[in-house]
Every structure is written in structure tokens, then in C-alpha cells.
């Protein structure tokens, strides 16, 4: 069970999830004004899977017989100045993320919620692979520069990527 503190700390983390979400589906909408389809491909793939982490801590609180308590989502910046600004400022977010999962760690270790403590564990794992691929491109990106049949190489490649909702059994 749930204590206050965690419940707090997770309910928390849900905003946090979901403010990602909307960040990335901002950046999605961007990519595609200006151009950059397999970008906005890119970033919506981002925007769902921020929306199933948040689910993810929405379905844990539920379960575990708390209530789950949303709060406003803050707007997310609408502009960008490149294609490697948007994942530099990715990068960053995620490591702001990554912060926040390991704060809410170390709580559950605080406060010997064993359960909570292992149910966070998928997310460390997943903040690895998340700044990992963020890394990747921003690679990518300095490699070709700003623009040129480059940043469209990348822009292709980004539009392969699909999004693969989790089945039904993984969810928890």
C-alpha cells in the first residue's frame, strides 16, 4: 500500500509524464509545418508512449487503492529553432525525467516501499534507452549540419519509426 508521501511523489510524476507527452506532440506539430514529416512521425511515436508511461503510474496508483490526482499541464514552447535544437531540448527533458525517476527511487528505497521500488525500475531502464536514442540523432544531426540532403536523410529515417502500444498483459 501507498503512503501519502509516494502517493504524492507519483501523482506527481504522472504530470510530469503528460507534460512530455504534450512537449512532444508540440514538437510533432512544429516538424510537420515546417516540413519535416519523418520528424513529426518522430516526435508523435514520443507523444504516445510519454502518454502510456503516464498511464503506466496512473494504473500502479489505481491498483494500489490510492487516488490518482491531475494537475494542469503547463504550456509547452511552440517554437524551435532547428531540427537539432528540438532534440537538444529533448535530451534535456529527458534527463530532467531521468532526475525525477531516480528522486522517486530513492523515495520508495526512504521509504522501504518495496513494491514501488520495483515497479520503478522499468522506467530506469527506459530512461536509459530514451536518452540513448536522443543522443543517436543529435549525433546524426551535427554530423550533416542544419540543413541539405542530410538533415532529409534523417528526416526519412526518423518516418519509419511506428509506435507499438503495449499489449494488454505488459501494461502493469
Known amino acids: 500500500m501507498l503512503n501519502k508521501k509516494m502517493t504524492d511523489a507519483l501523482n506527481g510524476q504522472i504530470n510530469k509524464e503528460i507534460f512530455s507527452a504534450y512537449l512532444y506532440l508540440s514538437m510533432s506539430a512544429y516538424s510537420s509545418f515546417i ?6 512521425n518522430w ?3 514520443q507523444y504516445h508512449e510519454e502518454m502510456e508511461h503516464a498511464m503506466k503510474i496512473y494504473n500502479y496508483i489505481d491498483e494500489q487503492g490510492e487516488q490518482v490526482k491531475l494537475m494542469a499541464i503547463e504550456q509547452p514552447p511552440t517554437e524551435f529553432v532547428s531540427a537539432l535544437d528540438m532534440f537538444e531540448k529533448t535530451l534535456e527533458h529527458e534527463k530532467f525525467i531521468t532526475k525525477s525517476i531516480h528522486d ?3 523515495l520508495a528505497i526512504e521509504e522501504k516501499d518495496h513494491a514501488t521500488n520495483i515497479f520503478l525500475q522499468w522506467f530506469v531502464t527506459e530512461q536509459i534507452e530514451e536518452e540513448g536514442n536522443d543522443n543517436d540523432i543529435i549525433a546524426k544531426l551535427k554530423l550533416v549540419g542544419e ?3 542530410g538533415l532529409f536523410m534523417i528526416d526519412r529515417e526518423l518516418e519509419s519509426r511506428v509506435y507499438t502500444p503495449p499489449a494488454k498483459d505488459s501494461e502493469d
Open 35 to 40: 516540413g519535416l514529416k519523418g520528424f513529426a
Open 43 to 45: 516526435f508523435m511515436v
Open 104 to 106: 522517486l527511487v530513492d
Open 147 to 149: 540543413g541539405g540532403n
